[in-house]
């Protein structure tokens, strides 16, 4: 039985380092104008930091200036979309005969992948999520991928290995902040992925901006990284109308959805594409 699970788990390796070079391999673009492909892990260091927050009101900005994107959440995890964005009241806008539940918004730019609880499988091994992200990033060329919270998921750390860039969002909380970094053990995709991972602070105002405040969270940040030269804040995106955000949670849309003077509050997060800045 040993030497079984021992050849079984040599098999899953295999099959995951073959899976990964097909990842890593250029992909061919069936479309008239060919863009850069980039694959975003989007994760929170704690619950409610806002990574879903951020990662959906990106995708939706980004796929409206034209660029097919596939918002997507951790596989085998019971979808936080689903029920946010009430995916049964709005199944006109599903995708029909899909392998994958799909919600199609900005003029089917945008393709959310979600899947239903009543289909949630949660078994799964590294060969499935590899398959999984060939599938997700042959959809659009900008793949968006909701980590959430669950950034110490074994599954997780084969995503940030794949991932373009990993953007690590916390908030204000800082008393939470400072006992994550000061109890926790060092995750492995922190050393590993170390260039990929763009820190971003949310819900954050012009007193958390003060240079004296910035100096004590870079600190605290650096708590991991303390043979590294210490880490740095890449983007502060600040605390939304909290009327707009309610409101657009109460009718089960994104808040760029029904507010989209709001995406100014976004732009920082919006890279330089294809030559010009979107």
Same mark, same amino acid.
């Given at each position: 039985?040993e030497q079984q699970e021992f ?10 380092? %073959? !899976?990964?070079?097909?990842?890593? @391999? #250029?992909?061919? *673009?069936?479309?008239?104008? /060919? &863009? ?96 999984? %992200? !060939?599938?997700?990033?042959?959809? @659009? #060329?900008?793949? *968006?991928?909701?980590?959430? /919270? &669950? ?6 750390k084969q995503i940030f290995e ?117």
């Amino acid at each position: 039985m040993e030497q079984q699970e021992f050849s079984q788990s040599i098999e899953e390796e295999r099959q995951w380092r %073959l !899976l990964k070079e097909k990842l890593a @391999s #250029p992909q061919i *673009v069936d479309q008239q104008e /060919s &863009y850069q492909r980039k694959c975003i892990a989007v994760m929170s260091l704690y619950a409610q930091a806002g990574a879903s927050f951020l990662a959906s009101n990106l995708a939706y900005l980004w796929s409206g200036k034209g660029i097919p994107v596939t918002l997507c959440e951790l596989p085998k995890v019971s979808s936080y979309y689903y029920f946010a964005l009430d995916f049964e009241r709005r199944a006109q806008q599903r995708v029909r005969d899909s392998p994958t539940s799909l919600l199609l918004m900005q003029n089917n730019h945008l393709r959310i992948q979600i899947e239903p609880p009543a289909q949630l499988q949660h078994e799964s091994s590294q060969a499935d999520t590899a398959n999984w %992200l !060939l599938r997700v990033c042959k959809d @659009s #060329p900008i793949v *968006v991928i909701d980590v959430s /919270s &669950y950034w110490n998921d074994i599954h997780s750390k084969q995503i940030f290995e794949h991932a373009d860039e990993i953007w690590v969002v916390f908030d204000a909380d800082l008393a939470r902040l400072t006992r994550l970094f000061l109890v926790e053990p060092i995750p492995a995709w922190w050393k590993t992925e170390r260039r990929k991972i763009k820190m971003i602070a949310n819900k954050w105002n012009s007193q958390l901006s003060r240079t004296s405040i910035m100096k004590k969270v870079e600190g605290t940040l650096s708590l991991w990284d303390q043979q590294s030269g210490g880490v740095q804040v890449t983007d502060m995106i600040p605390l939304m109308d909290g009327e707009k955000t309610a409101m657009a949670s109460a009718k089960a849309n994104l808040l760029l959805e029904l507010f989209p003077e709001e995406e100014i509050e976004f732009q920082s997060l919006i890279h330089a594409y294809k030559g010009r800045m979107l």
